[in-house]
């Protein structure tokens, strides 16, 4: 689309700026765009009149219908912010798409009023300024996209530091129960922790129970040992406690060497064995 | 030019590391090392890293000859206060450390090397 026909379409919707607003907010309202959620009236009022002014002066402007130059940026932000207000009232990404395509019709019949005579160049404009709403409304579809990956990767960090504590069971012992898969990411976080603290409280023995782990493979068993390695070589030692009879099948039948790390069923008989290693022992008291 | 420091503590020396190390500093160590050894009649030898922030292949290196040499001249040696980006670093390089026991601290290491002193010894096994 040329610029002089983009600023022709620019100051037709100058002429008719009220009445293509009210047939838009018509289509919008009129239940063929949004389903469930409508966004409020007055937002809605609101939110188009911004965007029609901001397109009408974009459309003065430019000079293609790329808009992803500077000249659209402010139709992009007003395109943004119905997106996300939407997406709050609970309207889905179609019914936002489908509300900015609703605004076709009502410059089509301007369009025509204006250009019937001219059945060659009305057909252009029709077709340009069709192509240029078909962007529009992807670019909100688009921008919905993003902040739900933006909420899932908010999530995930978030999930990630909550799952790796590393508690003190007693003096000189330390647990880390491990919940749920064993990623490189994950193991690379759930190590320094664990080091980290071994060097804070100087604990010789950590306990790494896997009760929470589902699946062990080899890369999940390479992730483990290579902690312990690391744990040695500091100085301090590591029982690894939680081993379901499953996950002892299957690592016998996939071969993983686990050396000489101590293995326990349950958290309680590593303890009793860190205990012991540490000169302690719990006793029961009589007089009680 | 500046000399590793070794101190005295019992019957064991106590080497403390705190600068970069390179070709000549680490001779001299050996040669030190070695001759107080002999001269105090040693049944123990800390080296303290907990300085170190990165460790390299030379360093891993020369904490074994200074170990293997400590052995042949009777004396047990205990490498103590590796940071944990210093373990880290060490397993994901894969840099061989075997027959190299470690301990936390001064404190734990001394009592890997002297059992009868007492104190919270645990089994120092060797990295996998």
């Known amino acids: ?288 | 030019m500046e000399k590793i420091p070794i101190m005295k503590i019992d019957t064991s020396l106590l080497v403390t590391i705190q600068v970069d190390m390179n070709d000549s500093l680490a001779l001299e160590l050996q040669d030190d090392l070695s001759d107080r050894i002999v001269k105090t009649k040693a049944t123990g030898v800390l080296i303290e890293i907990s300085a170190l922030e990165i460790i390299d292949s030379f360093i891993g290196r020369m904490l074994g000859n200074i170990t293997a040499i400590s052995r042949l001249l009777g004396a047990d040696t205990v490498v103590v206060g590796m940071r944990p980006a210093v373990a880290i670093t060490l397993v994901e390089l894969g840099l061989p450390l075997a027959g190299i026991r470690t301990a936390l601290n001064v404190e734990r290491g001394l009592a890997m090397i002297n059992p009868s002193s007492g104190g919270e010894g645990v089994d120092g096994r060797g990295p996998l």
């Not at chain 1, 002089?4 to 047939?23: M, N, P, R, T």
């Not at chain 1, 293609?64 to 889905?92: C, Q």
């Not at chain 1, 933006?150 to 880390?176: C, D, H, K, Y």
């Open chain 1, 1 to 288: 689309m040329s610029s002089l026909q983009l600023k022709q379409i620019s100051s037709l919707i100058e002429k008719h700026e009220e009445e293509i607003l009210s047939d838009w907010m018509r289509s919008q309202r009129g239940g063929s765009v949004f389903g469930g959620a409508m966004p409020k009236e007055g937002d809605l009022k609101e939110q188009s009149r911004a965007l029609l002014r901001s397109l009408k002066e974009a459309m003065a402007k430019a000079a293609s219908i790329d808009i992803t130059t500077p000249e659209w940026e402010t139709v992009r932000e007003n395109l943004a912010a119905t997106s996300r207000s939407n997406a709050r009232d609970g309207a889905s990404p179609t019914e936002t798409a489908t509300a900015i395509f609703s605004l076709k019709q009502p410059v089509f019949i301007k369009l025509a009023a204006e250009l019937g005579s001219n059945p060659k160049e009305l057909s252009e404009q029709i077709w340009s300024f069709s192509a240029l709403l078909d962007k529009l409304g992807l670019y909100t579809a688009e921008v919905y996209q993003k902040s739900r990956e933006q909420v899932i990767a908010r999530q995930q960090q978030e999930m990630m530091e909550l799952s790796t504590p590393v508690v003190e069971l007693w003096r000189g012992i330390l647990a880390l129960p491990l919940i749920g898969t064993l990623d490189s990411q994950r193991t690379q976080v759930v190590m320094e922790n664990l080091l980290q603290k071994i060097a804070d409280t100087g604990a010789p023995i950590a306990i790494i129970d896997i009760t929470g782990v589902p699946t062990v493979d080899t890369l999940v068993a390479q992730h483990l040992i290579k902690t312990i390695s690391a744990a040695r070589l500091m100085g301090a030692d590591c029982i690894i406690s939680g081993i379901r009879p499953q996950i002892a099948q299957t690592i016998v039948h996939l071969g993983v060497a686990l050396g000489d790390v101590l293995t326990k069923s349950t958290l309680a008989d590593a303890f009793a064995i860190a205990l012991k290693r540490t000169g302690l022992a719990i006793a029961t008291n009589h007089s009680a």
